[in-house]
């Protein structure tokens, strides 16, 4: 079985400010994909970025930066100088491979970032 | 690219009533599709998945159905909604079967008074 936690519920930060936000996952599978998605009050979910098992290399895209460790089993993602536009909810998610595989969403953590 | 479509976008029913919400894809053939609903504005939960046409997978047991008439249309309807039944309805489709990522529609917003 599957299994994401997002231990953190809600964060709130004041603009300019870093913040991490914390992905624990559970697998069985020895090959499987790690994502995070963006909510935002409209409601859809905006894909973030895809990692798979085999690339723990860290990921950076502009403010937003990505830390993948197998040996923790996280997949923690920071946003830099946090702008109230990147309030939102995030969501991290796991899928093992093959067709019928299923993402499997952790709670999502609510992000405020206070002008 | 593909194109998620879910209407209507807000609907108000009173309990018992039928439902119908409607999602299609654009831009791509034979995607896998899913319904999953947000309720109390946190936690997605997957209700029903389709690989395809008149395919259905539920997760769990409950008031709801889904059907895929076509390859690029997933309906998810009910007969008596029940209050329990409010919440933001996802429908998201996967393309790439090797990587996973699921792309989501603009939601369906279920009010059942």
């Known amino acids: 079985a599957q299994k994401v936690t997002q231990a953190q519920t809600e964060i709130s930060v004041v603009e300019k400010e870093d913040v991490t936000l914390d992905c624990v996952y559970e697998?069985?599978?020895?090959?499987?994909?790690l994502f995070w998605y963006k909510q935002p009050p409209s409601g859809e979910l905006v894909f973030l970025i895809r990692?798979?098992?085999?690339?723990?290399q860290n990921e950076i895209s502009g403010r937003y930066s990505w830390n993948f460790q197998k040996s923790t089993s996280s997949f923690n993602f920071t946003i830099t100088a946090s702008q109230v536009v990147d309030s939102a909810v995030y969501f991290c998610?796991?899928?093992?491979?093959?067709?019928?595989?299923?993402?499997?969403f952790g709670k999502g953590i609510t992000l405020s970032v206070r002008p | 690219s593909q194109t998620i479509h879910q209407w209507p976008a807000t609907l108000v029913q009173p309990v018992g009533s039928p439902l119908s919400l409607e999602c299609t894809v654009e831009?791509?053939?034979?995607?896998?599709l899913y319904w999953y609903r947000q309720a109390a504005g946190r936690g997605l939960q997957l209700l029903f998945y389709?690989?395809?046409?008149?395919?259905i997978s539920s997760e769990v047991p409950q008031n709801l159905s889904a059907s895929r008439p076509q390859d690029r249309q997933f309906i998810l309807s009910s007969k008596k909604l029940l209050l329990s039944d409010s919440g933001f309805y996802l429908c998201?489709?996967?393309?790439?079967?090797?990587?996973?990522?699921?792309?989501f529609g603009e939601g369906s917003r279920l009010t059942v008074l």
């Open positions: 998610a796991l899928t093992n491979t093959g067709a019928n595989s299923k993402l499997t």
């Open positions: 697998t069985r599978d020895t090959t499987y994909y």
């Open positions: 990692r798979n098992s085999f690339d723990e």
């Open positions: 831009g791509t053939s034979n995607p896998n």
């Open positions: 389709s690989v395809g046409i008149g395919q």
């Open positions: 998201a489709c996967r393309v790439l079967m090797n990587t996973g990522e699921l792309f």
